[in-house]
T-cell receptor, first 112, second 115 residues
Framework: DAKTTQPNSMESNEEEPVHLPCNHS???????IHWYRQLPSQGPEYVIH???SNVNNRMASLAIAEDRKSSTLILHRATLRDAAVYYC?????????????FGSGTQLTVLP | NAGVTQTPKFQVLKTGQSMTLQCAQD?????MSWYRQDPGMGLRLIHY???????DQGEVPNGYNVSRSTTEDFPLRLLSAAPSQTSVYFC??????????????FGPGTRLTVL
């Protein structure tokens, strides 16, 4: 599986936008970019995913570079509840197993 | 819908004891899986199943058994607990289709300590 690289930690002020970067320079043409987050003492939860075009949903936006070697998860207005570990994960559309390969993610701290 | 449920929430075992972690989902998902998460690390896949009667190994299967007799349930058995199995265990489920893009739903986890 192609690997992703994320900063270990980031800080944001409450009610400000947050941009969480992810590098995936070895991404293949059939890899989807997924983001999950894990709130303290909880299981991971799905945030968003995309292939080539930018994507928006009620939780966040995903901006994908034109060459697909990097992407950015955007939280438009961070709240204290958004403090979590954010995982950027690549999933091969043709993969035989449907597991998610988690790295160590980015710990987001939201300051009041 | 209850989603993905796991029991127990906490468990303490002695080395050599066996136990079963329970996982159930009410979303009629074909795909179910078990992960473990050690402190400060991401999740690692233990076993997974793509439907009743079908299971396969993930990244770290040693010391664990699974079975899938129904769509709803996917129990994880620790055969002879070891301190190295101290971890938080998460069960997940999703629809099974080509593309690998389906959202996975995770349970709240079972925190296991082996003394």
């Amino acid at each position: 599986d192609a690997k992703t690289t994320q900063p270990n930690s980031m800080e944001s002020n409450e009610e400000e936008p947050v941009h969480l970067p992810c590098n995936h320079s070895t991404i293949s043409g059939t890899d989807y970019i997924h983001w999950y987050r894990q709130l303290p003492s909880q299981g991971p939860e799905y945030v968003i995913h995309g292939l080539t075009s930018n994507v928006n949903n009620r939780m966040a936006s995903l901006a994908i570079a034109e060459d697909r070697k990097s992407s950015t998860l955007i939280l438009h207005r961070a709240t204290l509840r958004d403090a979590a570990v954010y995982y950027c994960i690549l999933r091969d559309v043709g993969g035989s197993a449907r597991q998610l390969t988690f790295g160590s993610g980015t710990q987001l701290t939201v300051l009041p | 819908n209850a989603g993905v449920t796991q029991t127990p929430k906490f468990q303490v075992l002695k080395t050599g004891q066996s136990m079963t972690l329970q996982c159930a989902q009410d979303m009629n998902h074909e795909y179910m899986s078990w992960y473990r998460q050690d402190p400060g690390m991401g999740l690692r896949l233990i076993h997974y199943s793509v439907g009743a009667g079908i299971t396969d190994q993930g990244e770290v299967p040693n010391g664990y058994n699974v079975s899938r007799s129904t769509t709803e349930d996917f129990p994880l058995r620790l055969l002879s607990a070891a301190p190295s199995q101290t971890s938080v265990y998460f069960c997940a489920s999703s629809y099974w289709s080509t593309g690998g893009v389906n959202e996975q739903f995770f349970g709240p986890g079972t925190r296991l300590t082996v003394l």
